[in-house]
């Protein structure tokens, strides 16, 4: 039978108008690799619903977190960014996923939209805590430069980082940029290895644009 862990949240960060990092502790410590996720169970209105989400803080970090944005799955998701509150509690599982870093290989692209970012910054967070030699370039997609999540840590992880370098494509600007081959074409050797993570039609077109 599914282990169930009680966990409480002790801090809401506002990420953006749609989007909050919900951070909370829990009765026993959850071993995780960064790039994997929870799942939780969370009682609203006296039913119990579940909903998978990708931890965005790292394993050494004393707290964890997770970046929730409405539009993700609406029901469940509007509930976390607009009701919830500190104190809170519930229940989430073991954690799941083989979305992890190889840390063996030795250079990375990481391709994210929305909140496909979150197991992404875990990754990155993680490879800047351990100082890793790996070379990493991210390219994040986002609608308006609104949205773009945890914009100012990951321009501070590129300026302190000559190991990690980034650039945000706004699909909604004036030029209506989507992410082309010129985006990464540099960063491209036989042993770069890719992350992908977005909604479902992001990863597809990716795929199926570049990577078939």
């Known amino acids: 039978m599914e282990e ?3 966990a409480k949240i002790t801090e809401i960060i506002p990420l953006s108008k749609t989007t909050k ?3 909370f502790i829990s009765e026993k410590k959850i071993n995780f690799l960064p790039g994997q996720f929870l799942m939780f169970d969370i009682s609203i209105k006296d039913k119990i619903e579940r ?3 990708s931890l965005s803080s790292i394993p050494t970090e004393k707290y964890y977190e997770i ?3 409405k539009t993700q799955t609406p029901f469940i998701s509007q509930y976390l960014v607009d009701s919830v509150k500190i104190g809170d509690e519930f229940t989430v599982s073991e954690p799941r996923g083989k979305f992890i870093l190889d840390r063996k290989i030795k250079n990375i692209l990481f391709l994210a939209a ?3 970012i979150a197991p992404i910054i875990s990754m990155i967070r993680f490879l800047r805590r351990e100082k890793s030699k790996i070379k990493t370039h991210l390219i994040y997609s986002n609608k308006t430069q609104e949205d773009i999540l945890w914009k100012d840590e990951i321009e501070q992880i590129s300026r302190q980082n000559t190991n990690f370098s980034h650039e945000f494509i706004i699909t ?3 030029e209506g940029k989507r992410i082309t081959e010129k985006n990464f074409k540099a960063f491209l050797n036989k042993e770069t290895d890719f992350y992908i993570c977005g909604p479902l039609e992001f990863v597809k077109d990716l795929y199926n644009s570049f990577l078939l």
Do not use: E
Request: charged share 20%; hydrophobic share 40%; net charge positive.
């Open 4 to 6: 169930q862990i009680k």
């Open 21 to 23: 990092a919900i951070r």
């Open 51 to 53: 909903l998978a989400f």
């Open 67 to 69: 970046t929730v944005k």
């Open 114 to 116: 929305g909140s496909g």
């Open 172 to 174: 909604n600007s004036d």
